[in-house]
């Protein structure tokens, strides 16, 4: 039984460029949430959708959107990189809400 | 605010020793606390999830205790192993309009040496 996957497993970018990171739920999950996890802290909640529709949203600027096809899997898309964004994106799944979630290995970002 | 503090940043302990984790919180609406392993580069994987009516849950050789009234909770590995050298996270989740939202802390950095 596949866990969460999540692609690509590593990405440099670019300072100004455009990002789009993939993920693709446990089989069933219908919920799936990102976040952003800079070097030496704990993750930070970016979004969160259920269903195809955004049901919560992190202290995170325009510049970070993000979209759940009908397949429950999402892409999470950047624009206008910052040096800052440098980061591992771990996306998780869960049957609904965030009780039982489950991460996938995440993506690391370099923007140089 | 809501926050989640963790305590030590970090610990250096010998192969076959116990050590206890600290997380203090201020979250509210509390909804559940969960702590979580994360391994070098890779993602968090659930321990334990606890409740608000929760004192204490057990998985394997981690317990996991919570104080409500205080608003503080515990990790405790025993008969440490090599495979245990990690981050350790531990997670509050707020209820807000209908979905719970996760405050995380910033994590204990668990080396374990033979």
């Known amino acids: ?112 | 605010k809501n926050q989640v503090e963790q305590s030590p940043q970090s610990l250096i302990i010998l192969e076959g020793k116990n050590c206890t984790l600290q997380c203090n919180y201020t979250v509210s609406p509390f909804s559940n606390l969960r702590w979580y392993k994360q391994d070098t580069g890779r993602g968090p994987v659930s321990l334990t999830i606890m409740t608000f009516s929760e004192n204490t849950k057990s998985n394997g050789r981690y317990t996991a205790t919570l104080d409500a009234d205080t608003k503080q909770s515990s990790l405790h590995i025993t008969a440490s192993q090599l495979s245990d050298s990690a981050s350790y996270i531990c997670v509050v989740a707020l209820e807000t309009g209908g979905y719970n939202k996760l405050i995380f802390g910033a994590g204990t950095r668990l080396a374990v040496h033979p």
């Open chain 1, 1 to 112: 039984d596949a866990g969460v996957t999540q692609s690509p497993t590593h990405l440099i970018k670019t300072r100004g460029q455009q990002v789009t990171l993939r993920c693709s739920p446990i089989s069933g999950h219908k919920s799936v949430s990102w976040y952003q996890q800079v070097l030496g802290q704990g993750p930070q909640f970016i979004f969160q959708y259920y269903e195809k529709e955004e049901r919560g949203r992190g202290n995170f600027p325009d510049r970070f959107s993000a979209r759940q096809f009908p397949n429950y899997s999402s892409e999470l898309n950047v624009n206008a990189l910052l040096l800052g964004d440098s980061a591992l994106y771990l996306c998780a799944s869960s049957l609904v809400g965030v009780y039982e979630q489950y991460f996938g290995p995440g993506t690391r970002l370099t923007v140089t």
